[in-house]
C-alpha cells in the first residue's frame, strides 16, 4: 500500500486542477480504496471474467493501467495460457512505479507496459480488454472511438470489461447518491474540505455518462451481450462480449 491520500488537507491544494501526476501516484492506492466504493470488487470481478474468457495465444489489455491493479488480475487470471498483458497508461509517474512493481512478470516476457495514449493504442489478437475508471476522464467526443478499436481488435468471443462513474437522468436520484458517496468517503477519513477541494479539482476532468449510454454504445458498435456485473452507489462493472 502506498501513502495516505492528504493531497486535499488543509493548506495543501496542489492537487489542483487533477491529473495523474508524481504527487497522485503517490497515494493513488489509498485515495482510490476510500474513493470508489466496490473499487476491490471490481478488480476480483476483472481477474474472475479474465479466466472465464481467455482464449489461447492471445492478448489481454489493460488501457490506462495506472498503478496496475487491474494488471495483476489479469496476470493472475494466465494460469498456464500463452497471453500476453499489454498494459498502457499516459502518465509516466504511474508507468514508471509498474515497472518497479512488475519486474519479474516483465522479465519473464508475461506483461508489456507502454506509456502512450490509449486513444491511438493500436489493439490486436486481444481475448479480454479492461477500462477500469478510466473513460470517464477522456474527452467525450473520443470515446465511441476508443470503444470501436477496441471492438475491431477483440477476438470473437472476447470481452471488454468496463467499470465507470454513472450519473443518472433523475434529479432526485442523482442527489442521492451524490450524499450517500459523499458520506462514504466521509466514513473513509475524509474531511468536508478535502471531499470539497477534491471534487472542485475533477470540475471538467471527470465526466460521467448514464448508465444507458454506455449500453447503447456497446450496442451501436457491435457487441452482441452487454451485462452489469456490479452496481454500488453510482460505480457499476460493465461486460461487453464480442
Same mark, same amino acid.
Given at each position: 500500500m502506498g501513502k495516505q491520500d492528504d493531497i486535499f488537507s488543509a493548506g495543501n491544494l496542489s492537487g489542483l486542477p487533477f491529473s495523474f501526476n508524481e504527487e497522485? +501516484? %503517490?497515494?493513488f492506492e489509498d485515495m482510490i480504496d476510500r474513493s470508489v466504493p466496490g473499487y476491490k470488487t471490481s478488480i476480483r470481478l476483472i481477474e474472475y471474467y479474465a479466466k472465464m474468457?481467455? &482464449?489461447? #495465444? /492471445? #492478448?489481454?489489455?489493460?488501457l490506462g493501467c495506472s498503478l496496475g491493479a487491474s +494488471? *495483476?488480475? =489479469? =496476470? $493472475?487470471? @494466465? &494460469?498456464?495460457? #500463452?497471453? !500476453?498483458? @499489454?498494459?498502457? $497508461? #499516459? /502518465?509516466?509517474?504511474?508507468?514508471? *512505479?509498474?515497472?518497479?512493481?512488475?519486474? /519479474?512478470?516483465? %522479465?519473464?516476457?508475461?506483461?508489456?507496459? *507502454? =506509456?502512450?495514449?490509449?486513444? +491511438?493504442s493500436e489493439i490486436n489478437n486481444a481475448s479480454v480488454v479492461v477500462i477500469n475508471f478510466v473513460l470517464q476522464f477522456l474527452d467525450v467526443e473520443k470515446r465511441d472511438l476508443l470503444i470501436e478499436n477496441i471492438y475491431k481488435g477483440l477476438n470473437c468471443g472476447g470481452v471488454l470489461i468496463v467499470s465507470e462513474k454513472?450519473?443518472? %437522468? /433523475?434529479?432526485? %436520484?442523482s442527489?442521492?447518491?451524490?450524499?450517500?458517496h459523499h458520506k462514504f468517503k466521509a466514513k473513509n477519513g475524509y474531511t468536508k474540505m478535502e471531499?470539497?477541494? !477534491?471534487r472542485d479539482s475533477l470540475e471538467g476532468i471527470l465526466v460521467t455518462e448514464p448508465e444507458l449510454v454506455h449500453r447503447e454504445r456497446a450496442k451501436r458498435i457491435g457487441f452482441r451481450v452487454i451485462d452489469k456485473l456490479m452496481s454500488n452507489l453510482n460505480f457499476s462493472t460493465y461486460l461487453f462480449i464480442k
Open positions: 497522485v +501516484t %503517490e497515494v474468457y481467455s &482464449q489461447d #495465444n /492471445s #492478448n489481454f489489455y489493460d +494488471t *495483476k488480475a =489479469l =496476470l $493472475d487470471s @494466465i &494460469q498456464n495460457k #500463452n497471453i !500476453k498483458v @499489454i498494459s498502457i $497508461d #499516459n /502518465s509516466e509517474a504511474m508507468i514508471d *512505479k509498474c515497472k518497479r512493481s512488475f519486474v /519479474s512478470y516483465i %522479465e519473464d516476457g508475461y506483461l508489456d507496459l *507502454k =506509456l502512450e495514449d490509449i486513444n +491511438t454513472i450519473h443518472y %437522468e /433523475s434529479r432526485r %436520484e442527489e442521492s447518491m451524490f450524499l450517500l471531499i470539497s477541494a !477534491k
